[in-house]
């Protein structure tokens, strides 16, 4: 044997070819890991919007009816009708935005987990909140002040502005209607009971004997217009948080 013959690699290249090709089909095979998919507790502010934005839009009783579908207009539609229809979509678009807005503001304002999503209220992160967390002094939480905690969760005290040690998500899948409708309606003070989702205006109000009289102070408190919910009525609020809390208790 020849002693200046070197050994040499030999390369094949259909072989490599194939080998490169069976890779990347592993790799597109590989299942997508949707990061809504873990317990709806987990979830921080971020994510809970992003959740309630994938709703169907315009699903009777449920969370979509929080923003509208895309208006079907038919060729026959005359130009003015396209346009009030496009200015209606995009008025109830803004309304839904309005809400959600108020919802994650709410609940980073309640909760006083310490996560990079609670306090900036908007944030993104990729950071799971934790359930609960050592109490901190916090100058980003200001405390259940739309009053979303019922009697039923543990309040911190921390600074005398009763939050609660459970993340936002947390906090979200246990809510009564009546907090998800002082949440919804961003009022400083709440609008409803969050146990019986009784207006507080009409709780403060001595009560008439006569039933008749009640059902007609309900309906006025109920028809009261909500500037910081978009100027939606309070019945309309009410509605709204029921379809979001059906949809909440399905998750």
Not at 73 to 89: F, L
Not at 94 to 108: E, F, P
Not at 143 to 163: E, H, R, V
Request: glycine share 6%; hydrophobic share 35%; aromatic share 4%.
């Amino acid at each position: 044997m020849n002693n200046n013959m070197m050994a040499t690699a030999v390369y094949y290249p259909g072989v490599q070819a194939t080998a490169n090709m069976m890779m990347q089909q592993s790799q597109s095979q590989q299942p997508m890991v949707n990061p809504l998919d873990k317990p709806f507790w987990k979830f921080n502010t971020t994510e809970i919007s992003n959740w309630i934005r994938q709703l169907t839009p315009g699903i009777p009783n449920t969370g979509g009816m929080l923003f509208p579908s895309n208006p079907s207009i038919a060729k026959d539609t005359t130009p003015e009708d396209k346009v009030a229809m496009e200015d209606e979509y995009r008025s109830k678009l803004i309304v839904g935005n309005t809400l959600v807005q108020s919802l994650i503001r709410a609940l980073s304002a309640a909760s006083s987990c310490n996560t990079p999503a609670a306090a900036a209220a908007v944030g993104s992160s990729n950071d799971e909140p934790m359930l609960k967390k050592p109490k901190i002094e916090s100058t980003n939480n200001s405390g259940d002040i739309y009053q979303i905690l019922d009697p039923s969760f543990a309040k911190t005290n921390t600074t005398n502005n009763n939050s609660t040690d459970l993340s936002t998500g947390a906090i979200l899948s246990r809510i009564t209607l009546g907090g998800l409708v002082n949440a919804l309606g961003g009022l400083n003070g709440g609008i409803v009971d969050t146990l019986t989702c009784i207006p507080l205006s009409e709780l403060e109000l001595k009560q008439s004997s006569n039933e008749s009289s009640k059902k007609e102070e309900r309906k006025k408190f109920l028809e009261v217009v909500v500037p910081s919910a978009g100027n939606l009525k309070l019945k309309e609020v009410i509605s709204l948080a029921r379809g979001l809390h059906r949809s909440i208790a399905a998750r």
